[in-house]
């Protein structure tokens, strides 16, 4: 995986992509190696994405739980 988010990391850099930009160039790269890793199982990434979804709105402390 580390591969995949080091090319988008890369292509972020290159182009210049904004602050706006940057999760879903990530988060991308991580879904299509999920889908890779599994042999196109795309409940795989599926599940990711409701994981980021479902958390991510405490990441970092916001939405009552401490940092």
Request: proline fraction near 1%; include cysteine; glycine fraction near 14%.
């Amino acid at each position: 995986m580390a591969s995949s988010v080091t090319r988008a990391l890369q292509a972020i850099k290159r182009y210049g992509a904004g602050p706006e930009q940057i999760d879903g160039a990530i988060l991308a790269a991580i879904n299509v190696t999920l889908c890779l890793a599994s042999n196109g199982n795309d409940r795989v990434a599926e599940g990711f994405n409701h994981d980021i979804a479902a958390n991510g709105r405490t990441f970092g402390g916001r939405g009552g739980v401490a940092a």
